[in-house]
């Protein structure tokens, strides 16, 4: 029998705030000495009152506005509670059945360039927990994390396969970005996915038993993750077996899933309506107003790039991946007019550049109009691609005025000078079979003498200009 994984996701992405979700700590945890970024409120003393962030709580809408959810004008925060040395409070503040936003959906593109709608059923706000690390025989635990502010993202179990999912996440990453609410950062532990998978025969609805696996913190474990739950179920099931709902975590040097626990019911967590925190109350002019700070999204920007400067998918796609890569794009495209050179440059030697110094293009010192620059120098004919592409890495580095690093170095660019007119002839004249296959119809004869006049020059004649004075001299014969 053949079996279609469903799938959903959560995704928990730190929300890019001044300070923690319900007290004034500092949110920059990251690297931070362990217990630093604490106080009374985070820590959960008896007493204390928590007060709601309001730059989180702006920054939530904006994301679910970008993944199309409706926003609540009525919404409250409820505690969880559950006993775990990570979380001093004993419970954690989230949104049980009011949550800020629902009922959004963002489209995925797969690799065979296909697209699929996936249904984000609800985005909620809610802070996070401490962080323990295992040593030996005890546990360290860092309040640092406790506090901090989340929006968790869940998805309809709309996705059938690793692949899907992936893209789904991924582009999560990029809309939270790409709206300032997150940095959604991995490697700095800003962003982590809990995923839930069933198998159920191909053609039936119904669904099958699933299990949920937590806390994967990059998409690589993801990936993984999900591929072993897959084939696990199917073999438990392809043997007759039944696939017991629990909550597993990933073993990540293993490769493998580990049962933690049987799957808890919302009821085991006791929720109730935090007493602590008044409802939150959204107008209609906060949400229009959040509304106008949304920026043209990944999609439409590709798609924009596609239509309007004529790009290939590909390089639309890549150039969109993040807003400082494709406004990096957009202004060196002002001064350079020429939309395909342009990405072609950004994409293929600035960023073999960049990630020759493992840095990225937040972190590029060349200025996307001196990249304007030298594309429009090559452009004009002023300077050959093959001396542009000998003297980048020296305007990469010091961000260098092309045309004064041309000038400096003394290169000299063989324009429509006398002296080109010359070797064009010479060469003309040592090729009249070339000329005879050009005069017959065969354009590639002229490819040849032009690849010959650029050996001759070595590189430093202007193909489109060598281009022109062949096809006129050859007229002339
Ligand atoms: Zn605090």
């Not at 045309?403 to 003309?428: F, Q, Y």
């Not at 590639?444 to 650029?454: I, Y």
Request: neutral net charge; aromatic residues 6%; proline residues 5%.
């Amino acid at each position: 029998m053949e079996f279609e994984p469903v799938i959903g996701l959560e995704v928990h992405a730190r929300i890019a705030t001044k300070t923690k979700m319900f007290c004034r700590c500092d949110n920059a945890i990251f690297d931070a000495k362990p217990n630093t970024h604490v106080c009374e409120i985070c820590m959960g003393f008896p007493g204390v009152l928590p007060l709601t962030n309001e730059e989180a709580v702006k920054k939530g809408i904006k994301a679910a506005l970008a993944l199309g959810c409706e926003i609540k004008e009525f919404s409250k925060f409820d505690r969880k509670s559950y006993f775990y040395p990570d979380l001093p409070k004993g419970f954690q503040i989230s949104q049980y059945d009011r949550p800020i936003s629902e009922h959004g959906k963002i489209t995925i593109t797969l690799k065979d360039g296909s697209t699929k709608v996936i249904r984000v059923m609800r985005l909620h706000l809610e802070d996070d927990a401490g962080k323990l690390t295992h040593v030996g025989d005890g546990t360290l635990v860092d309040y640092n994390r406790a506090g901090t502010p989340l929006m968790e993202i869940v998805s309809e179990a709309d996705m059938n396969s690793v692949e899907e999912a992936s893209a789904y996440a991924r582009q999560i990453q990029r809309i939270v970005r790409y709206v300032g609410a997150s940095d959604a950062d991995m490697e700095k532990g800003m962003m982590r996915f809990d995923i839930n998978v069933s198998l159920r025969p191909k053609g039936q609805t119904k669904f099958g038993t699933r299990t949920e696996c937590k806390n994967l913190n990059s998409f690589r474990s993801l990936e993984k993750a999900l591929g072993y739950e897959i084939v696990r179920q199917t073999k438990v099931l392809s043997e007759g077996g039944t696939v017991i709902q629990e909550t597993l975590g990933w073993d990540d040097e293993r490769g493998t899933t580990i049962s933690q626990r049987s799957k808890e019911e919302a009821a085991d967590y006791r929720y109730f309506p935090e007493p602590d925190i008044p409802p939150l109350v959204i107008t209609k002019a906060m949400v229009e107003e959040l509304r106008k700070e949304i920026p043209e999204l990944p999609e439409a920007k590709a798609a924009r790039y596609q239509s309007e400067l004529g790009l290939p998918v590909t390089d639309s796609r890549q150039l969109a991946e993040s807003m400082e890569l494709s406004d990096y794009f957009e202004k060196a495209f002002k001064i350079s007019k020429s939309p395909k050179k342009t990405a072609n440059w950004v994409l293929v030697e600035l960023m073999a550049l960049l990630n020759a110094k493992n840095s990225a293009i937040s972190d590029c010192k060349l200025s996307p109009e001196n990249l304007g620059k030298m594309v429009s120098m090559i452009e004009e004919g002023a300077i050959t691609g093959k001396i542009a592409k000998e003297i980048f890495p020296e305007v990469f580095e010091c961000n260098m005025d092309p045309a004064r690093l041309i000038e400096k170095k003394g290169i000299k660019v063989m324009g429509d000078s006398g002296e080109l007119e010359k070797v064009c002839a010479e060469i003309v004249a040592k090729n009249p079979q070339s000329i005879a296959d050009f005069k017959a119809g065969k354009e590639r004869a002229l490819g040849a003498l032009v690849g010959q006049v650029m050996a001759a020059t070595k590189g430093s004649a202007n193909p489109k200009m060598v281009n022109e004075i062949l096809r006129k001299k050859m007229s002339e014969l």
